[in-house]
């Protein structure tokens, strides 16, 4: 194949080579096409919902607890039963489906492996197809890994189970396009990692399992509710053979969590605190609520009250309809140095201890190295129960909208601001290179920390936000110490590393997507462009 083929409805911009020939197959082509043509045109009716709720909000609305679902919310009711291999979720680790990490991955000491093609994968084309191809090998048993240094990397007997979180609904596949427009990039990899690993799946005694990311609204996980039946039914399977965790991620979703949980019932096991993108949501859905801009994001933890609640709800709204309630992500990593290890293993058990004690069935790690830690808190808080459904929360008070938007107390600093800087331009430069997770001043950023940092700049621009010096936040201090950053990014990395990068493009995408009017709702949208 040259430059484009067709089958049927689908047109693919990229040669078939390798990875292509094996995964892109007819009758994969056949199943992707059948997908994108019953569901495409409703995720573009779900995205323009998305706008007109966000247009509300910008007039001055607050999210809410929806009057009409009410009936759900009271009503008692059960999620479908949980497989067997699932029950036990203690502690997860996530990254992208590099050939690597995934062995890595799957070889630590966790009971899950969430493989990434959202947030910490930056989807360029090979990428994607290469990464699709190593979960295949995963799943089959064959995936091997040798280094240029000639080590060898092979699963153990008995790996961590698989799960696939695929690419948020916002998001597109540029490289295949229906009717003239790129399809949704979602539908392409469970499409493909679905069509793939199905049968090997069942056949060993797990599942399809995935992860589905950014979710706004109960509508949303109706849509992937009909995409999950519709191919169970195309397979000859059994309903609620796919299986999903839905990470509650966004503002809106906090106030839907029984609503979501209801209508994907027949498929749902579980919901997951997405801190770092809720943070982010919480400021790209209040931006223009001048009395909410959030601080430094290092006072933003756990801690405050509106995350503390959103954590406390998420557990007593699962438990109650007998789905887990997962606990968030760990952006520390390990370090060389022994006193800031140490430092660091003591923050991730202070965060996993937190979490167990609230009542989580499980959390979250970036990196091996923290696997043990995360572990051994969890251990000690189960014992020899599989996880903490029996934990109801029934004896809190009723968390209403107020608290969970409540304003957060902090301050707002040049080292705060600066520190966003260089978190956003070294994580854009790293993302339009085709790294999609990053560590950058000892902590695993991906593209939700990343928005954190840009967002909040934004938004102190916006409010004219004054720092603890006294200084204004203007777009013009803002240009001022990225260009100062960035020279200061150059002498640090050097000439030669510095000209090699891209750190000029990630900088002038930086200062356009921070000083624009209107915020960008994502900043992978404009960089998707930058990438081929």
């Given at each position: 194949?040259?430059?484009?083929?067709?089958?049927?409805?689908?047109?693919?911009?990229?040669?078939?080579?390798?990875?292509?020939?094996?995964?892109?197959?007819?009758?994969?082509?056949?199943?992707?096409?059948?997908?994108?043509?019953?569901?495409?045109?409703?995720?573009?009716?779900?995205?323009?919902?998305?706008?007109?709720?966000?247009?509300?909000?910008?007039?001055?609305?607050?999210?809410?607890?929806?009057?009409?679902?009410?009936?759900?919310?009271?009503?008692?009711?059960?999620?479908?039963?949980i497989p067997e291999d699932l029950k036990d979720r203690r502690v997860e680790i996530?990254?992208?489906?590099?050939?690597?990490?995934?062995?890595?991955?799957?070889?630590?000491?966790?009971?899950?492996?969430?493989?990434?093609?959202?947030?910490?994968?930056?989807?360029?084309?090979?990428?994607?197809?290469?990464?699709?191809?190593?979960?295949?090998?995963?799943?089959?048993?064959?995936?091997?890994?040798?280094?240029?240094?000639?080590?060898?990397?092979?699963?153990?007997?008995?790996?961590?189970?698989?799960?696939?979180?695929?690419?948020?609904?916002?998001?597109?596949?540029?490289?295949?396009?229906?009717?003239?427009?790129?399809?949704?990039?979602?539908?392409?990899?469970?499409?493909?990692?679905?069509?793939?690993?199905?049968?090997?799946?069942?056949?060993?005694?797990?599942?399809?399992?995935?992860?589905?990311?950014?979710?706004?609204?109960?509508?949303?996980?109706?849509?992937?509710?009909?995409?999950?039946?519709?191919?169970?039914?195309?397979?000859?399977?059994?309903?609620?053979?796919?299986?999903?965790?839905?990470?509650?991620?966004?503002?809106?979703?906090?106030?839907?969590?029984?609503?979501?949980?209801?209508?994907?019932?027949d498929h749902i096991v579980g919901l997951n605190c997405g801190r770092w993108d809720?943070?982010?949501?919480?400021?790209?859905?209040?931006?223009?609520?001048?009395?909410?801009?959030?601080?430094?994001?290092?006072?933003?933890?756990?801690?405050?009250?509106?995350?503390?609640?959103?954590?406390?709800?998420?557990?007593?709204?699962?438990?109650?309809?007998?789905?887990?309630?997962?606990?968030?992500?760990?952006?520390?990593?390990?370090?060389?140095?022994?006193?800031?290890?140490?430092?660091?293993?003591?923050?991730?058990?202070?965060?996993?201890?937190?979490?167990?004690?609230?009542?989580?069935?499980?959390?979250?790690?970036?990196?091996?190295?923290?696997?043990?830690?995360?572990?051994?808190?969890?251990?000690?808080?189960?014992?020899?129960?599989?996880?903490?459904?029996?934990?109801?929360?029934?004896?809190?008070?009723?968390?209403?909208?107020?608290?969970?938007?409540?304003?957060?107390?902090?301050?707002?600093?040049?080292?705060?601001?600066?520190?966003?800087?260089?978190?956003?331009?070294?994580?854009?430069?790293?993302?339009?290179?085709?790294?999609?997770?990053?560590?950058?001043?000892?902590?695993?950023?991906?593209?939700?920390?990343?928005?954190?940092?840009?967002?909040?700049?934004?938004?102190?621009?916006?409010?004219?936000?004054?720092?603890?010096?006294?200084?204004?936040?203007?777009?013009?201090?803002?240009?001022?110490?990225?260009?100062?950053?960035?020279?200061?990014?150059?002498?640090s990395l050097g000439e030669t590393r510095f000209s090699a990068g891209r750190y000029?493009?990630?900088?002038?995408?930086?200062?356009?997507?921070?000083?624009?009017?209107?915020?960008?709702?994502?900043?992978?949208?404009?960089?998707?462009?930058?990438?081929?």
């Amino acid at each position: 194949m040259t430059d484009s083929v067709i089958s049927h409805t689908l047109t693919f911009s990229q040669p078939f080579n390798h990875a292509e020939q094996q995964l892109l197959t007819a009758e994969a082509i056949l199943f992707l096409d059948a997908l994108v043509t019953r569901f495409a045109s409703q995720r573009d009716a779900l995205l323009t919902a998305r706008q007109l709720r966000q247009q509300q909000y910008d007039q001055g609305y607050l999210p809410d607890f929806d009057m009409e679902t009410a009936s759900i919310r009271a009503s008692k009711w059960a999620i479908r039963s949980i497989p067997e291999d699932l029950k036990d979720r203690r502690v997860e680790i996530t990254g992208p489906p590099d050939r690597k990490m995934v062995i890595n991955a799957l070889n630590a000491n966790v009971k899950v492996f969430m493989a990434d093609f959202e947030d910490s994968l930056s989807p360029e084309w090979n990428k994607l197809m290469e990464g699709q191809l190593t979960l295949r090998e995963a799943v089959q048993g064959t995936l091997s890994y040798t280094s240029d240094a000639g080590k060898i990397y092979q699963l153990r007997a008995d790996p961590a189970v698989l799960m696939c979180r695929v690419r948020g609904l916002h998001l597109s596949e540029k490289h295949v396009s229906w009717q003239g427009n790129p399809i949704p990039a979602g539908l392409f990899d469970f499409a493909l990692y679905f069509f793939h690993n199905v049968h090997p799946l069942l056949a060993k005694g797990s599942g399809p399992y995935f992860y589905l990311p950014k979710t706004e609204s109960w509508q949303e996980v109706a849509w992937w509710r009909e995409i999950f039946s519709f191919s169970e039914d195309r397979f000859d399977l059994p309903r609620g053979t796919i299986k999903a965790t839905v990470l509650i991620e966004t503002l809106p979703a906090v106030f839907q969590m029984d609503e979501i949980l209801w209508n994907l019932r027949d498929h749902i096991v579980g919901l997951n605190c997405g801190r770092w993108d809720y943070i982010f949501s919480y400021i790209k859905t209040l931006k223009q609520h001048a009395d909410r801009v959030l601080p430094d994001r290092q006072s933003v933890t756990m801690s405050q009250p509106f995350l503390d609640a959103y954590s406390r709800l998420l557990i007593k709204t699962c438990h109650r309809r007998g789905a887990f309630a997962m606990g968030g992500m760990s952006a520390l990593i390990p370090s060389k140095d022994p006193a800031r290890n140490a430092w660091v293993l003591q923050r991730v058990t202070e965060d996993k201890q937190r979490e167990a004690n609230n009542g989580h069935d499980g959390t979250w790690i970036a990196h091996p190295g923290l696997a043990n830690t995360a572990m051994a808190v969890f251990d000690a808080v189960l014992g020899n129960r599989l996880n903490q459904l029996s934990v109801t929360r029934e004896e809190d008070a009723p968390i209403d909208a107020t608290t969970l938007l409540a304003p957060c107390s902090g301050e707002r600093t040049e080292a705060g601001m600066r520190a966003n800087i260089r978190v956003a331009l070294q994580y854009l430069e790293a993302w339009i290179s085709g790294n999609g997770c990053v560590p950058i001043d000892g902590l695993m950023e991906d593209a939700a920390t990343a928005e954190i940092a840009r967002t909040s700049i934004w938004q102190w621009i916006r409010h004219q936000q004054t720092l603890s010096s006294g200084q204004q936040v203007t777009a013009e201090l803002f240009l001022r110490w990225l260009n100062e950053e960035l020279h200061l990014l150059q002498q640090s990395l050097g000439e030669t590393r510095f000209s090699a990068g891209r750190y000029g493009e990630a900088a002038q995408l930086m200062a356009q997507i921070t000083t624009e009017r209107e915020l960008v709702s994502f900043l992978t949208l404009p960089g998707y462009r930058l990438i081929p």
